[in-house]
């Protein structure tokens, strides 16, 4: 990696886990994922019924144009997420994550922090207040946009109990299906680079938040180059020990890496929480960093073109839980803006409620 990114990218020199290590009956699979998302399935839940995210007064009014949502639909693409990340466990894509099971007591300490904060969200937003981190010292200095309370949490981006609690936050709110749906990226890119000597790879993971994904990519690609990139302090250090992985503080308009000098960038929920005008010049330094035939692997929520049956629920994401720039990523042409940053479409999927693309730079 640059030398200005420091110690991020040291490459480890574990063992290189191959199809037989990776493999895992996909029955098994399957029964660790259910009980995953039994217990965030309740505690989202819990969560929900202290919050009421879709009762009384909400900053953006909701008029739904899309129809009403099938149950059976809804539930269907719910499961193909799990259905998918199986199958790709069982193909030794990549090794399967335990979700928690391997820490009860944690957990359950996650959850009830979750539930704890439920009621504070839910004060938030019943203010219609989505940017009160402008008021707090820490967040002086970062870009405007960013600094707003998405998802109405609390303490924004800025906060160590915001990093702490984020994960566990998103496995309630999609009923523990939200690591299944990320991991979509990763299967794009374990397929892209099968056969290939990691020891040589770079990668970044931009907008890595508290390291969740920065773990699977560290467990996919053991020898690889990997490092985290996010603009928040809290969320970094995080992910620092989420992961294992050496990180990066910077902003995603101004990557501190040199030209074509990584073989792959990751990116996942990021550009439904960027402004239009800054989508492209992201886009743009994602494809600068990039060698020629590196890849970005991009993971995001779902458009209403890719489920028109689902567009309700996706009409009402920006009014609840205040997403204040999703409504113009759900109209914007990914592969067009991708294409204009010099990236083409080379592979794509989606499950539930992410779509994951795979763009290659070509020259």
């Known amino acids: 990696m640059d030398e200005r990114s420091g110690k991020a990218g040291e490459s480890r020199e574990a063992t290189p886990k191959g199809r037989g290590a990776f493999a895992l009956d996909g029955a098994s699979q399957r029964a660790k994922a259910a009980v995953k998302a ?58 399967p994550l335990d979700g928690g099971a391997g820490n009860p007591a944690g957990a359950f300490r996650e959850a009830l922090d979750v539930i704890a904060d439920a009621r504070a969200v839910d004060q938030r937003r019943r203010r219609g207040d989505g940017v009160e981190v402008r008021e707090a010292p820490e967040s002086e200095g ?63 993971d931009l907008a890595c938040g508290s390291g969740a994904f920065l773990s699977d990519l560290s467990a996919a690609f053991p020898r690889a180059a990997i490092a985290g990139l996010d603009l928040s ?72 073109a890719d489920e ?7 009409e009402a994401f920006p009014a609840y839980f205040h997403e204040p720039y999703y409504s113009t990523y759900a109209e914007t042409d990914l592969p067009a803006l991708f294409t204009q940053a010099g990236l083409s479409v080379a592979g794509s999927d989606q499950a539930f409620l992410t779509k994951a693309l795979l763009l290659e730079k070509t020259c």
């Open 38 to 95: 039994a217990w965030w399935t309740a505690a989202g839940g819990v969560t929900r019924a202290l919050a009421r995210p879709t009762q009384g007064e909400a900053k953006v009014k909701f008029q739904p144009k899309g129809p009403p949502v099938s149950t059976d639909r809804l539930r269907k693409a719910y499961l193909t997420a799990f259905d998918k990340d199986a199958a790709d466990v069982a193909a030794g894509l990549y090794p």
């Open 142 to 204: 970062y870009p405007n946009y960013y600094r707003q309370n998405f998802h109405y949490q609390s303490g924004g981006w800025f906060t160590d109990a915001s990093a702490r609690r984020y994960e566990a936050q998103v496995e309630a709110l999609f009923s523990g299906a939200a690591g299944a749906m990320r991991r979509r990226a990763l299967s794009l890119l374990a397929r892209h680079w099968r056969g290939k000597d990691q020891r040589g790879l770079k990668l970044v």
């Open 233 to 304: 302090r809290a969320y970094l250090a995080a992910a620092r020990s989420r992961s294992g992985r050496g990180g990066v503080q910077a902003n995603a308009e101004a990557l501190p890496f040199a030209d074509a000098s990584l073989d792959a960038v990751t990116c996942v929920y990021l550009f439904h929480e960027l402004p239009p005008r800054v989508r492209p010049v992201v886009a743009a330094e994602i494809a600068r960093v990039l060698k020629p035939g590196g890849v970005l692997a991009f993971a995001d929520s779902v458009q209403p």
């Open 308 to 314: 028109p049956h689902l567009s309700r629920l996706l």
